[in-house]
């Protein structure tokens, strides 16, 4: 299992997107299987994918 908790920001892996997506997303929930994760404002977006289909977003990115 993963390292990843609720508030955590991710990304998606580029083999379960079909199209750019934007900046991470933010963890919301997590169950056994499913991760859930949203994203609001202009481009807002939310995504229930397997645990193993995402990947801690980048700090540089958001530190930059």
Do not use: C, H
């Not at 991710?10 to 199209?19: A, I, S, Y």
């Not at 919301?28 to 995402?54: F, K, P």
């Amino acid at each position: 299992m993963s390292d990843i908790k609720v508030g955590d920001l991710v990304d998606l892996k580029p083999e379960v997107m079909f199209g750019p997506i934007g900046p991470p997303l933010k963890v919301t929930r997590i169950t056994r299987n499913w991760l859930y994760a949203r994203r609001e404002g202009r481009l807002a977006v939310a995504v229930q994918v397997r645990i193993g289909d995402v990947t801690p977003a980048r700090t540089d990115e958001v530190a930059a």
